[in-house]
C-alpha cells in the first residue's frame, strides 16, 4: 500500500480573463518581473487580437485568482504566464499548459515559448510537461508538439537503460 499522498493537488477552473481580473494578473506577473509591468501595458497586451489571456481561480468557490497565462493563438507561443508563489507547485501552472495544450491539432501542431534571464528558471516545469529544451546562446527555446494523442493518453516512456518501452499500466 502506497502512504505517500504525493505533492498537493489544487483544483482550479481556468478561463478567460476578464476586465475585472486585470489587476490581479498584473498583481500576479509583478510578483515576478522586473521592471514592473504597468496596468496600461497588460491592457494593450490583452487588446491584441490573436492574444488570449486565461486565469487560473479556485474552484473551491472563493473565487481567488491564483494564476494567468497569455498566449498568442495565431503562432501558440506562451507570451508571459505565472502562478501566485503561495499556490506554486501545487499542480496549477500544469493545469493552464493542458488548457491550451487542447487547443493543438494537427495544422497547428506545436506549443512554444521562448526563455530568457528569469524565465530560464521555468525550464524544468516546461520539461516536466513534456517541452522539448533547445538551448541558444542565453536563450532556451521550449517548445511541445502535438501528437495526435489526447493529453492524458500519451504513454509514459519508461527508461529501461536499454530501448525505450512504452508502459501500458
Ligand atoms: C513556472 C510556474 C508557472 C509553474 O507553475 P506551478 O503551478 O508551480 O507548476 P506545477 O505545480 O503545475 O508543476 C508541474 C510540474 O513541474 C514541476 N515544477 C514546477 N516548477 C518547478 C521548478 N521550479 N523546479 C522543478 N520542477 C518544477 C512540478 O514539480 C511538477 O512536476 P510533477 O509532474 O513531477 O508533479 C511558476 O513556478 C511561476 O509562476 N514561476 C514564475 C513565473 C515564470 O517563471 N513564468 C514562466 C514563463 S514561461
Known amino acids: 500500500m502506497n502512504l505517500n499522498p504525493g505533492p ?57 485568482v491564483v494564476g494567468y497565462l ?40 506545436s506549443l512554444w515559448a521562448v526563455l530568457t534571464g528569469k524565465t530560464m528558471d521555468a525550464r524544468p516545469f516546461l520539461e516536466r510537461n513534456r517541452f522539448i529544451v533547445t538551448e541558444g546562446k542565453n536563450i532556451l527555446l521550449a517548445e511541445y508538439t502535438f501528437s495526435g494523442l489526447g493529453l492524458h493518453e500519451e504513454p509514459e516512456i519508461v527508461d529501461m537503460g536499454g530501448h525505450p518501452v512504452i508502459d501500458e499500466t
Open 8 to 64: 498537493v493537488q489544487t483544483q482550479v477552473l481556468v478561463r478567460w480573463i476578464i476586465n475585472s481580473d486585470v489587476p490581479r494578473a498584473l498583481e500576479l506577473c509583478n510578483s515576478w518581473i522586473t521592471p514592473a509591468m504597468t496596468e496600461r501595458n497588460l491592457r494593450a497586451l490583452l487588446r491584441v487580437r490573436s492574444y488570449i489571456g486565461l486565469v487560473a481561480e479556485l474552484a473551491d468557490g472563493s473565487q481567488k
Open 70 to 109: 497569455i498566449y498568442d493563438l495565431d503562432t501558440m507561443q506562451i507570451l508571459s504566464m505565472a502562478v501566485d508563489p503561495q499556490y506554486q507547485l501545487q499542480g496549477i501552472g500544469r493545469q493552464m499548459l493542458d488548457n491550451v495544450k487542447i487547443k493543438l491539432t494537427a495544422n497547428r501542431p
